[in-house]
């Protein structure tokens, strides 16, 4: 029986996301053993456009990469966004708030006109994405699950449940309560508290719940002084792609 050929893509972002799988160490080669890779550009030097499975990191933010992500959709049979990113468009974003052609004014000056750069979009605004992991990075561990499950024709179970429940199973002190300010109430879980563990409050970067208790964040913001305009400027951070333009002065 012939292994599933995985290609593994990186498009607007930091690399980090691939490095988490780098970082499974020993996972590394009972993975590599299960699948076959033929495209990573940070582990392999020989490439192939076949593939049964994409894993894809980083938003798209340039007319080349809309090309080049639309090719990996018509090949590849699963597609897999990974990190903030590629699911949710993620830092990059940001440039979205400013209008694309005042914020090519402030990063590129008079030089703007040499630059392919178009509006963030996250991969699935170009082709259907069946599954996404999150985060920033991802859990690697979630990684190997989801590739896990693919292999064996189960589908992977992705949390859609707010960080809140990972950090009292943890045990965590609410953050609020250390007097910051926390986004885990409307966060999709999946990450094991990763920040707050650390009495760090979440910064959103998996996204939001699909259903979330805005009713109760906005009563934890009131407590102690703050509004949603105030969580939304903390939640852009990652998902500016959904928030509102800046007023360009």
């Known amino acids: 029986m012939s292994k599933p050929k995985v290609g593994i893509f990186g498009f ?6 691939q490095l988490e799988i780098l970082n499974l160490e020993e996972y590394l080669l009972d993975l590599f053993g299960a699948v076959e890779i033929v495209h990573f550009t940070e582990a392999i030097t020989e490439y192939s456009d076949n593939y049964d499975i ?18 990996i959709g018509d090949i590849a049979k699963i597609v897999i966004a990974m990190g903030s ?9 940001m440039k979205n708030l400013y209008g694309l052609e005042k914020a090519k004014d402030l990063v590129y000056g ?42 064996v024709g189960r589908k992977p179970e992705i949390p859609n449940y707010p960080v809140c429940i990972e950090c009292k199973r943890n045990g965590n002190t609410c953050v609020y309560e250390l007097g910051k ?69």
């Open 54 to 71: 994409a894993l894809i990191e980083g938003s798209i933010t340039t007319e080349h990469g809309v090309e080049k992500i639309k090719k």
């Open 110 to 151: 008079d030089k703007k006109g040499w630059i392919d750069s178009i509006e963030v979009k996250p991969v699935d605004a170009y082709i259907n994405v069946d599954y996404q992991i999150r985060g920033c990075p991802p859990n690697r561990f979630e990684i190997v699950d989801v590739i896990r499950s693919l292999i």
């Open 12 to 17: 607007t972002g930091c690399g980090g996301c």
């Open 181 to 249: 300010t926390c986004l885990g109430p409307v966060t999709r879980a999946g990450c094991d508290s990763r920040c707050p563990n650390s009495a760090d409050g979440c910064e959103g970067c998996r996204g939001p719940v699909d259903d979330p208790n805005m009713n109760a964040q906005k009563d934890l913001l009131a407590e102690r002084g703050l509004t949603v305009d105030d969580m939304m400027a903390e939640f852009n951070l990652y998902n500016a792609c959904k928030g509102k333009t800046i007023e360009q002065k």
């Open 85 to 93: 990113c590629a699911v949710n468009g993620g830092l990059n974003c």
